[in-house]
Structure formats: C-alpha cells, structure tokens
C-alpha cells in the first residue's frame, strides 16, 4: 500500500496516515507499547479528534457487568420472595 501510493507522488505523511487509520482497528492491545507511543508523537501528520478515537477507541464495558449489581444483590428490587 504504501509503495503504490510513494509512486502516486503521495507524501510521506499522507502514507503514514493512511496506514495509521487502515490497521489501527487491528492493534491487539489494550493498553499502548512505549514504541507505538514515541511513534504516534513523532509522526508526520496529526489527528484529528475523530481520528484519534479510531485509532485507539475507548472500549464500550460490557453491559451485563454493569447491570450484574441488579440480579445479583438487593438493589433495583431483585430481591425475591418465598
């Protein structure tokens, strides 16, 4: 991808970005590596806030683990009767 678009006369910031965005959504890890973060300072091209959240999304919490409080203990009326 990248080889195509240096020979379409793309910059090399215009590279960077798109393969930043392309396999962002592939990054295996929660939490980012000390190399991703010096790389993601010292790139050529900065994110917009929209971009930044695509390249490293806040993770929805899993709604079952949130409402585990409600079928488990006494709140929100779970408790049951004899």
């Given amino acids: 991808m990248a ?3 240096k020979k379409a006369g793309k910059s ?3 590279i960077q ?4 965005l392309t396999f962002a959504k592939l990054y295996p890890f929660a939490k980012q590596s ?3 973060m010096s790389y993601r ?6 994110p917009t806030q929209a971009e930044a959240l ?3 999304p806040v993770p929805n919490p899993p709604l079952e683990g949130i409402l585990s ?3 488990h203990g006494n709140c929100c009326g779970a408790i ?3």
Avoid: I, N
């Fill in 12 to 14: 090399v910031a215009e």
């Fill in 41 to 46: 300072q010292s790139r050529l091209w900065k």
């Fill in 3 to 5: 080889l195509k678009m």
């Fill in 17 to 20: 970005k798109c393969v930043d």
């Fill in 80 to 82: 049951k009767k004899k």
């Fill in 54 to 56: 695509k390249e490293h």
């Fill in 34 to 36: 000390p190399a991703l």
């Fill in 69 to 71: 409080g409600a079928k």
